[in-house]
């Protein structure tokens, strides 16, 4: 661009399927998946839909009518309550809260958080995102809204749209339990910028304190989902949340004969893949938030560069390699030597 380009150069860029020219981080909007979980599980204790202990049966599905709401996990996670739902990712724990709490209390829950807001930035076409609601699909659509959509809300796809920022500020609150906002410019010559004081999310600290229980099982307890991504370094523990987002639906006859998986799909079909995380545990210091367009699943695609993010901005550079599990520390030595820095 500095000493000009061709029109066939610069068609190429703009009819790219990868959008190579789009800020992704602030214009790309994707279903976040099982992200969106935390925002579900908070409308469900703020409103006293649901006690901690409460568990769920999972049988790996869930009817609405003569529909079925698919788990991820095929047979099912058995009972499963609020600390387990986030560490096992269980889709039907969230399909039966949401179906109790409903999509109004839901929203309005997301919107504190971050869903829905472009943030005061200097730059360009930030978007909003989607955050549904009964309002929004009657003014949107002039449709009345259906227990399925709240369902499908539920696991964070529908309607719903956040942009990666989003899930970062979202991800940054939940640590932090205030509204803080993001920002470009730190200083204007050597004078720091002032920031506006953090609002309350106006959310009870004990119900924070338990989803980030969860999002802490999903990275260092067993069976959560993103435990190969976990930091060895007591100091610098990661909790987090992955999400994998469907981009195409799933039809009956191909769910009974087996899914396609992505490596078989063309690459514009396959899910996008997600994690939002911060660090450290006892005392946040960042947070982080990932998403690989079509890339799969999110405990594969994208915690161990989550991982990675965090562990060179906690260390202020190149990571150490005892930050890594030891059955890991060779493969992270190299992916970390290969990269351009």
Known sequence: ????????????????????????????????????????????????????????RCRGFTTLG????????????????????????CDVYYYELARKVGIDKIAEMARRFGFDDAFDLPMSAVSR?????????????????????TLNAAIGQGYVLATPLQLAVITARIANGTGVEPRLVKSVDSVEVPLDPALSLRVNENHLRLVRDGMF???????GTAGRSRVALPEFTMAG????????????????????????????RRDHALFVSYAPYENPKYAVSVVVEHGGGG???????????????????????????????REAGERLNALPL
Not at 243 to 267: F, K
Not at 314 to 329: C, D, F, I, K, V
């Open 217 to 223: 099982g999903v990275v260092n307890r067993s069976g």
């Open 1 to 56: 661009f500095v000493h000009g380009i061709s029109g066939a150069d610069y068609r190429t860029l703009t009819e790219s399927k990868y959008r190579p020219l789009a800020d992704k981080s602030v214009q790309g909007t994707y279903p976040p998946g099982s992200t969106f979980k935390m925002m579900v599980a908070l409308a469900g204790l703020e409103h006293g839909v649901i006690q901690p202990n409460d568990t769920q």
């Open 299 to 329: 405990s594969v695609a994208a915690a161990p560069i989550a991982r990675d993010l965090m562990l060179y901005a906690l260390y202020g550079g190149m990571p150490q390699l005892e930050a890594y599990p030891s059955n890991q520390q």
């Open 241 to 268: 949340k992955t999400g994998t987002s469907q981009v195409r639906s799933i039809s009956a006859a191909e769910r009974a004969q087996g899914v396609t998986r992505n490596a078989d799909l063309p690459w514009e």
């Open 129 to 149: 995102g989607i955050m549904p609601d009964k309002t929004w699909l009657a003014q949107r659509y002039s449709q009345d809204w259906r227990v399925g959509d």
């Open 66 to 89: 003569n529909r079925k709401f698919h788990c991820w996990k095929r047979g099912g996670h058995g009972n499963v309550d609020l600390e387990t739902s986030l560490r096992r990712s």
